[in-house]
């Protein structure tokens, strides 16, 4: 009984706990009365200027324009709303409006008849001044300013990114400031530094009378919350030498990424197609936003330069070569005879360096890229512990992944892609334990096989060998606001797995490959150069150019990778890509205008369109202009049907188009009397 009696007590103490708490707040703080519920007084939100975007010498790319909405808050409806009147003021008819209404409160997600919620974008000047001065007898209504951005440049739409509307995810993401409506960075720049750009919301509360008419400020603005516009952004990207890189890449797909290797500021980083920021504004841009994601043929919207891996080839070589003298499996004197390639088995990997049948070193074998001397490596790193295969690659896995290539880079990009450099633990997971050997995996000696990088991890372990040992992790943000990055993760040195000593012969070799190895096409008096060409294989067409360029030699002020998709040799196309762009930013100008116009005027068109036919065939969604349309339709119902796999679909459509093929030969060899 007493056990009861003091139950009782504490939940009567509670309770008077809570009644004591709950009249504290509705009779002696402002909580209460600055609700949304309460009527009587009105908060209406200002929303900020975001933040300019500039390039590394000031210029604006991203600046905003003037752009006005009509907010629509269902808590402050008046029962006896003129709906007629109200209409004829923003020039919409009663049915439009009772639709707006419906589909404002229909999405279950978002809706809250506390919050304002966007019931008109896109107000002119012409609807703003007609609107304003009526508004007051609509208390449910409010105009809010929303400024749109202004693109003031037509390329770099990966980096630049666009805003839009916010989704449920988004605000609840950060449901403290965010409301329907609300228009945030979704990509690119604009959602990486979204919470820099985007300011700090104004809130000014309005006190209403019984008719609910605004009398003035609540309490002469004591409670306001002062607007604050977005903090300028400061981009490490040089524009003009952007503007030249997505030139370069026109009527090509592809990457490229330069740094300075000194500080790790991305100074270019082009994704072909290139995106126009321009159609990320207008009352169309949702439609230009779905046309380019649905665009299953160049995918403008995948950028290139951060989420494509690509096998990066011979340049490779340079990484595997550093490796390898780490774990003391060769030294700088360490020669190997390349007979046409590498033999394993029935098997090679085929060479053509020159040097045949005479001993190499690791400079010459860089300089002309020598496929045997790498392979021979690359036995000698799985050998390092005989009989036990995976301790050798785990060890090699660990000081290559050092170099910032199979692992996420932590940087201030909103997109990317690790990479791929294998182990035990992956090969153990493909090929089963004890079920893979040297021979298995030699592939990864070039560059090829399992290795995947970015070009931007490509241009990373360039600026490792510029450094001779470290990196700054890359970064697309110079400054905040005017004042210099301070975040350590962009401005502390992150020293590689190889000593300094290892790195001369690599960097000798690659002076060579420019003097007089398999990138001598881009040799110039100007400035020094030192590169290497790469040629990474694809087997849906002509292999993709790759190439790697630091300059100048001596001291070190630009490290770039650039992969043009099918470009074919490394220095065919990526290799004057690359030694122009240097060119640019060395010396701000381009003497050699026929290199510059030759690489603008090439068009892989054709190629990638060849491509596409190809890929459409083998997954059964190829369907000729020509084909008449009830077999169109056969088509398409064969395509709907769920319980078909993808072979079986392809078989079938296969087979629909075959049939029409036949038909139209034997028409068209019919000669007549």
Not at 50 to 68: C, Q
Not at 86 to 98: E, G, Y
Not at 416 to 432: C, F, L
């Amino acid at each position: 009984m007493k056990k009861f009696q003091i139950l009782i007590g504490v939940l009567i103490f509670l309770a008077l706990l809570f009644i004591a708490r709950i009249s504290y707040l509705q009779l002696f703080t402002e909580k209460y009365k600055l609700n949304a519920a309460n009527t009587s007084i009105k908060a209406e939100y200002q929303i900020p200027l975001r933040g300019y975007i500039m390039d590394r010498n000031g210029k604006i790319l991203v600046g905003n324009t003037p752009s006005y909405e009509l907010t629509f808050t269902q808590s402050q409806m008046e029962k006896n709303f003129d709906t007629i009147g109200f209409c004829k003021l923003v020039n919409i008819s009663k049915a439009d409006f009772i639709k707006k209404i419906k589909s404002i409160k229909s999405n279950k997600k978002i809706y809250n008849n506390l919050v304002p919620m966007t019931f008109m974008k896109g107000l002119t000047s012409e609807d703003l001044a007609r609107i304003q001065e009526k508004l007051f007898k609509y208390n449910a209504f409010s105009i809010v300013r929303t400024p749109e951005r202004n693109y003031l440049v037509h390329s770099a739409g990966n980096i630049l990114g666009y805003i839009n509307e916010v989704n449920d995810k988004y605000i609840k993401s950060d449901s403290s400031y965010y409301m329907p409506g609300n228009l945030a960075g979704m990509t690119g720049v604009e959602k990486s530094y979204e919470k820099y750009l985007r300011g700090i919301k104004g809130i000014k509360y309005i006190q209403k009378d019984r008719r609910l008419r605004s009398i003035g400020s609540y309490k002469d603005g004591e409670y306001d919350q002062q607007m604050h516009s977005g903090k300028d952004i400061t981009l490490s990207i040089d524009y003009e030498l952007q503007s030249l890189a997505e030139r370069l890449l026109v009527n090509k797909r592809g990457g490229i990424v330069a740094l300075d290797p000194n500080n790790g500021e991305i100074l270019v980083m082009a994704s072909a197609p290139v995106i126009d920021p321009s159609v990320f504004v207008g009352r169309d841009k949702n439609k230009h936003i779905y046309a380019l994601q649905m665009d299953s043929m160049n995918k403008p919207m995948y950028d290139r330069a951060v989420q494509a891996a690509y096998p990066p080839g011979s340049t490779f070589k340079l990484i595997n070569g550093l490796a390898a003298l780490q774990m003391g499996v060769i030294d700088e004197k360490t020669t190997f005879i390349c007979k046409h390639g590498f033999h394993y088995g029935n098997r090679k990997i085929g060479c053509h360096c020159g040097y045949f049948y005479t001993p190499i070193e690791m400079d010459k074998a860089i300089q002309k890229s020598c496929n045997n001397y790498f392979a021979e490596t690359y036995v000698r790193i799985l050998n390092k512990y005989p009989g036990n295969i995976e301790k050798s690659i785990d060890e090699w896995s660990d000081i290559v992944k050092s170099f910032a290539v199979g692992e996420f880079m932590n940087n201030d990009l909103p997109v990317g892609s690790k990479g791929n450099i294998p182990d035990t633990q992956y090969y153990n997971k493909r090929y089963g334990k004890d079920k893979w050997n040297i021979y298995t995996i030699i592939s990864n000696s070039i560059g090829q096989g399992e290795i995947l990088a970015t070009p931007l991890q490509i241009a990373n372990y360039t600026a490792v060998i510029a450094n001779r040992g470290f990196f700054y992790t890359p970064h697309i943000v110079k400054a905040i606001d005017g004042k210099p990055i301070t975040d350590p993760q962009f401005t502390v040195p992150k020293q590689v797995k190889v000593e300094k000593k290892y790195f001369d012969i690599v960097n000798k070799g690659m002076s060579m490959v420019v003097l007089s190895g398999t990138g001598n096409r881009i040799f110039t008096h100007t400035f020094s150069q030192e590169g290497k060409t790469g040629t990474s294989q694809n087997p849906h067409g002509k292999d993709h150019s790759i190439f790697v360029l630091i300059a100048p030699v001596d001291k070190p002020k630009i490290a770039i990778a650039v992969v043009v998709e099918n470009g074919g040799f490394g220095a065919t196309y990526a290799g004057p890509i690359a030694s122009l762009l240097a060119e640019k930013y060395l010396t701000g100008t381009i003497e050699r205008k026929s290199m510059e116009e030759s690489i603008i005027k090439s068009d892989f068109n054709n190629e990638y369109l060849r491509q596409w036919y190809e890929y459409l065939k083998r997954t059964g969604k190829y369907i000729p202009n020509n084909l008449p349309q009830e077999l169109k339709d056969s088509i398409n119902k064969i395509n709907n049907i769920k319980k078909l796999s993808s072979k079986e679909k392809q078989k079938l459509i296969q087979n629909i188009i075959n049939q029409s093929e036949a038909t139209a030969k034997k028409v068209d060899n019919f000669i007549g009397d």
